[in-house]
């Protein structure tokens, strides 16, 4: 069983002109996320990721298709007894203290009153929290939110948890963190469903993605699969010697030449003709430094896909 | 029901820390202090002065929270993004709505309880009488506060809270003018005039049926009969309102 299967999910809304035809967020999503996988959800801003991520939450009723949270269709809400949510850029009842809105969030969950004493110590503690516990939402930083926000979203020990742009705005130190809690889910064999713009935020902790752009998912998979699927590799050959960048085949093969002084950067566009180009530079008495071979980045896969999608 | 308790719980705590409650509670003792010195520039009946002057402050009071807090029930919920979080836990929309309908009327009725304490020791301490028919007065005011909680919260589902405060306050008015409406309906030339006065008179709740100040202003009891009948139309209008709202809010998207 998955933990969340997507089928032919399209979402239009009225596009607010009389006469105009609707508007359509999402077109024929298709997906589906494993238990104990980290996925990332990655496009660019109104590409349709917080639409999917509120329709998986019940929060917004998909046009037409089907979508079940852990084996169960989404209309059911008891299925949110063991998902947790964190919302883009949240907003919480401010009149709260720390301690007091995670015990309104665990009893709203259904945890009783043994497990609350122990859940929401132990949670102010992840977080960092212990010393907030008594002061007012409102005095929180943008930092401690976020850590207060991702602590109501576990607080019931959840199978899944969806996340929404859970590091956007953060200083570094606050993304390493939230990168450490993800990776710590995992461990605990919770699969976390997160959607993000930042390619960074994906390659570091992801296990599979899929990336969306106005609406219709244009790829997913495996990071490796994505991208190693033999695009945009290249190699970069750092020599020392003078005249390299006149050589034959450095001519005839290279994408790119840098001239640095005594150095020169040629860069080739794969490794076919790598071994002509080092044996010209030998042959030249020049003195190779280095040889990089650069397989294509996440980026580059992102990139392509949605140039191609315009 | 548990998540229901929870919520009400959760939204009492929320106008318990607002201060304009307590604003506005300072503004009713003004005004139910302020009756003692206006009955004294009276000639006459000092005592009805107080009490009618008492009686329409608890009633202000409690008709203006019940609309400004009312319209933000689930308005502030949904412009804040709050609802997000909470209906991504297991609870269902009509819960939600319940939770927050029942948390803002125990803050109503603490309130109205509390300026009817202090309507009574003014008229205690003015040497005015105190009677039964003050308290029918009040329970009257109570359902008709928890009825135009229900009326704002029922357009606040679906359109703003300038909106909604607007026609809830529309509705009160005509609310206290309905026997006003079928009157000029029967007596109008023109259809369409006819057609708007008695559609507004069957669309908008009797009001004055839950006002009886005047009544009890003279010590005239309105008697348990005639209670339990203006209690039960104000319950069941409001119960009505607030099934309309869940209807409306369980097919919203956010």
């Known amino acids: 069983m998955d933990a969340i299967r997507i089928e032919h999910v399209s979402k239009t809304v009225p596009s607010g002109w009389p006469g105009q035809p609707p508007v359509t967020i999402l077109s024929d999503l298709s997906f589906s996320v494993g238990k104990g996988e980290i996925y990332g959800f990655l496009g660019p801003n109104g590409a349709g990721k917080t639409t999917t991520l509120k329709i998986l939450m019940g929060l917004m009723q998909a046009s037409s298709g089907h979508v079940e949270v852990l084996g169960a269709p989404v209309q059911d809400v008891r299925i949110h007894g063991k998902v947790g949510f964190l919302p883009e850029s949240p907003y919480f009842y401010d009149y709260l203290t720390g301690e007091e809105f995670l015990r309104f969030y665990g009893r709203l969950a259904g945890l009783g009153r043994a497990d609350l004493e122990r859940r929401v110590p132990e949670l102010l503690k992840r977080m960092r929290l212990e010393e907030a516990k008594g002061r007012h939402l409102r005095r929180f930083s943008k930092g401690m939110l976020q850590r207060v926000g991702l602590a109501q979203a576990i607080i019931h020990d959840p199978e899944l948890v969806v996340l929404d742009e859970p590091m956007s705005g953060l200083d570094p130190i606050g993304r390493k963190e939230v990168r450490d809690l993800i990776l710590q889910l995992r461990d605990q064999g919770k699969t976390v469903f997160f959607s993000t713009h930042i390619i960074a935020d994906v390659e570091m902790v992801c296990d599979r993605v899929g990336i969306l752009h106005k609406g219709r998912l244009l790829a997913t998979g495996a990071i490796e699969d994505l991208v190693g699927d033999g695009e945009a590799q290249t190699v970069e050959i750092v020599s020392e010697g003078k005249g390299l960048d006149r050589l034959a085949p450095v001519k005839a093969y290279a994408t790119r030449v840098l001239n640095r002084g005594n150095r020169c950067l040629i860069v080739l566009p794969g490794p076919d003709h790598l071994d002509d180009v080092i044996t010209a530079i030998r042959q030249h008495k020049g003195n190779l430094v280095s040889v990089t071979p650069h397989k294509g980045s996440l980026e580059d896969v992102f990139i392509r896909q949605t140039s191609r999608a315009m | ?254």
């Open chain 2, 1 to 254: 029901m548990q998540a229901i308790g929870v919520i009400a719980r959760n939204s009492f705590r929320e106008y318990l820390r607002d201060k304009i409650l307590y604003n506005l509670l300072f503004f009713a003792a003004l005004l139910i202090g302020g009756s003692v010195l206006l009955g004294t520039l009276t000639i006459a009946e000092h005592e009805k002065i107080v009490t009618d002057m008492g009686l329409a402050a608890i009633n202000f009071i409690g008709v203006i929270i019940s609309i400004f807090l009312g319209v933000g029930l689930v308005s502030k919920e949904i412009e804040r993004r709050t609802i997000y979080t909470i209906l991504a836990k297991p609870i269902t929309r009509v819960e939600f709505l319940l939770g927050k309908y029942l948390g803002l009327a125990s803050i109503i009725a603490v309130n109205v309880m509390i300026m009817f304490t202090m309507f009574i020791a003014t008229l205690w301490m003015s040497g005015s009488s105190v009677h039964g028919a003050l308290g029918e007065a009040v329970a009257l005011i109570l359902i008709e506060a928890l009825l135009v909680t229900a009326i704002a919260m029922f357009f606040s589902t679906f359109s703003s809270s300038i909106l909604s405060a607007t026609i809830t306050i529309g509705m009160y008015v005509i609310g206290h003018l309905t026997s006003d409406l079928k009157g000029i309906a029967e007596k109008s030339q023109n259809q369409v005039t006819e057609a708007v006065m008695t559609g507004l008179y069957y669309l908008c709740p009797n009001l004055e049926l839950l006002n009886v100040k005047g009544q009890a202003a003279s010590g005239e009891f309105v008697g348990s009969m005639y209670l339990i009948t203006a209690s039960a139309y104000g319950f069941l209008y409001a119960g009505l309102l607030l099934t309309g709202a869940c209807i409306i809010f369980q097919r919203r998207d956010f």
